[in-house]
């Protein structure tokens, strides 16, 4: 009877850990719903924060970690690519990735690869079973990520990359921990800063958005998660 009992708890946890991270993809499962509403006015609102120049690359970073970054960023890359835009969501934490988690689907030695001269970009990008969404996840964790993405290479791929896509959305590691979002955000059309409400203090927030001033980014706006409302607290301000 124990043995039983505990073969069918352990297969219970293998299906939770199995399909936990997919089904936060609420854009993708409940296209219909609220949750998703959210994301494509927080797209609508992307796509008419500049009248002269199409946001057509964003990065997304955070003050602190823990944020919800990550799993936004998927969330819009989805609605993005619904609206029959071909989309593209990289991986720029190449400290601690989280992109392949919620597209496990994404396998290959990613943006590491490709910055190192490993792999080709069309053998890093990975698609997946959203029609228009590919992902370039960071591949394995070098010793130098501010190197890589600060390099004329990481220049190179992004203006390929930039050829390709019709939009190309950043997930990139928070601003205040280290200096790989302020590296990026000079290459982008726009850049936008998560805050979690009630995670997030106001002067945190205040040095990380005075952090990507200083590194000349075009801050186009904040989305405010509220976490404790489990998805159903996104919103956009510009």
Known sequence: M??????????LRHRRQKTSEPQKLVAKLSPKSPHSELFRSIRTNIE??????????????????????????????VVFAQQGKKTLLIDGDLRKPTVKKIFPEA????????????????EAICETDTENLYVLPAGIVPPNPSEL??????????????????QIIF????????????LLCSLVDGSILLV??????????????????????HVIGSIFNNQKMKMEGYYYAE
Request: charged share 30%; glycine share 4%.
């Open 107 to 122: 396998i290959s030695h990613g943006l590491t690869g490709i910055l190192t001269n490993k792999i080709t970009i069309d």
């Open 196 to 217: 979690r409400s009630d995670h997030s203090s106001k002067e945190n927030s205040k040095k990380a958005l005075q952090k990507l001033q200083t590194a000349s980014a």
């Open 2 to 11: 124990r043995s039983s009992k505990k073969k069918k708890d352990a297969e």
């Open 48 to 77: 008419f924060s500049s009248v002269d120049k199409v946001m057509k690359s964003i990065l997304i970073t955070s003050s602190e970690p823990d944020s919800g970054k990550s799993l936004i960023c998927a969330n819009l890359a």
């Open 149 to 166: 993405l600060g390099s004329e290479r990481m220049k190179q791929v992004y203006a390929d990359l930039y050829e390709q896509f019709d």
């Open 171 to 182: 997930d990139t590691p928070p601003i205040q921990l280290v200096v790989d979002a302020q």
